[in-house]
Structure formats: structure tokens, C-alpha cells
């Protein structure tokens, strides 16, 4: 859940400029595989931090370049301060077991319009596969209804049916679901999700498929 859209990013783009005090590019021939933009903070000491906004590249040694340039300015800024994605490039790349917790930011992730969520999300290309749920929202009532999920070829859609499905889900349970932040039973286990008799909760696991959501910015 990584965007480049609204009014911060439209002002750098006007501006000609990047957030932070620098910015390291990975090319290969041509391409642009990896970037991260950094702030390198004040004084030479032992207590001197280079913070890194973002650190993302799309190839393997990308990443070893990336980590590389960053590890460089140990001399003058001995701790390394950023925001890794699991199982990313540049983390992999990354001395994690000599790494210590700075700050936590938890997010919440409540969805307003189910159907444009779907569609709007990438999806992994090797899921596919349908599911029937109805779901209860009692804030938004336009989410409220039965609904067919339907995933392939790297796209998903909600279509509304008719009826009530055996699956009925909670809109704190889909939430939990879509961001990957639970699997179907334990959302069942925490009252979010209700079941038919000899029902598999699991067939809504379709609805996380891809792992958990990861965000950089913060607002």
C-alpha cells in the first residue's frame, strides 16, 4: 500500500525536489532498480543517526548496493535508522539480528467502499478461486449484503448475489482479512466470522491472499 499521490508528493514534483537531505539511485542499463532517500542529521559522534524515509529496490543486487552506500556512513553516523519491509530486497540484505526496536507505529485499516477495494488491490497472479460471503456493516450500509469474490489472473471483484452464504463475515473481520493481519479462523475464533454447519472458514483466506499489508508513510 505504497502511494506516490496527494498534495506532499504534488509539491516536491512542482518543486523539482525530494523529501530529506539526499537521495542514492541503482541503475542497470538504463533502469532505475533502487533508491532510498535519507537524512543525515547532525554531528560525528557516537550518538549520530542517518535516517532513511524509504529503502526499495527491485533486484537483488540493488539492494546489496543500497545497503552498501548506507552502511557507508558508519564513520560518521554509526546507527542506521529505518522502516524495513518484511521479506523485501533491501531487509534480506540487512544485519537484522544486530538490529534493536526504535519506535512501533501501529495503523488501522477500516475499508468504506468494499467493492472499489477489491479492485483497486493487486493480487497475487498465482491465486485464484471464488467465495461467497455476506457481509454486515452497520456504518456503511452500502458494504452490507451478500457478495461473490472472485480472484485470477492477478485482479479481484466483489459482485453482489442474492441470498444469504453460508460464510457471514463482519466488516472488522474483512478489514483484518483484506490487510493480511489475520487468517479466516482466527477471525472466526474472535467472533468476526460466522459459519454454517460443516463450513471451512478458510475459503475466506482468498480475501488476504498476497501476506500482510506493509505501509511506509505515516500521516
Avoid at 477489491?118 to 451478500?146: K, M, Q, Y
Avoid at 453482489?160 to 478489514?175: K, M, P, Q, W, Y
Avoid at 460466522?194 to 498476497?210: E, I, K, M, N, T
Amino acid at each position: 500500500m505504497l502511494t506516490r499521490r496527494g498534495e506532499l508528493f504534488d509539491f516536491f514534483a512542482a518543486d523539482g525536489a525530494l523529501p530529506g537531505d539526499g537521495v542514492t539511485l541503482v541503475e542497470a542499463a538504463g533502469d532505475l532498480v533502487g533508491y532510498a532517500t535519507w537524512q543525515r542529521g547532525r554531528g560525528y559522534g557516537a550518538d549520530s543517526v542517518l535516517t532513511v524515509d524509504e529503502a526499495l529496490a527491485t533486484t537483488a543486487d540493488a539492494a546489496r548496493e543500497l545497503v552498501g552506500v548506507l552502511g557507508s556512513w558508519a564513520s560518521v553516523a554509526p546507527t542506521l535508522r529505518l522502516c524495513p519491509l518484511d521479506g523485501d530486497a533491501v531487509s534480506t540484505h540487512l544485519p537484522l539480528e544486530s538490529a534493536r526496536e526504535h519506535e512501533r507505529k501501529l495503523w488501522m485499516h477500516r475499508p468504506v467502499d468494499v467493492a472499489r477495494a477489491v479492485s483497486a488491490r493487486g493480487w497475487p497472479a498465482h491465486a485464484s478461486g471464488t467465495v461467497d460471503f455476506t457481509l454486515a456493516d452497520p456504518l456503511a450500509e452500502w458494504n452490507t449484503g451478500t457478495w461473490r469474490l472472485a480472484v485470477a489472473d492477478g485482479a479481484g471483484e466483489l459482485s453482489r448475489i442474492s441470498g444469504e452464504a453460508d460464510l457471514r463475515l463482519d466488516v472488522r473481520g474483512f478489514a483484518l482479512l483484506y490487510a493480511g493481519a489475520a487468517r479466516a479462523r482466527s477471525v472466526a475464533q474472535a467472533g468476526l466470522l460466522h459459519q454454517s454447519a460443516g463450513v471451512d472458514p478458510s475459503a475466506l483466506d482468498l480475501l488476504g491472499a498476497g501476506g500482510p499489508a506493509q505501509l511506509l508513510d505515516y500521516f
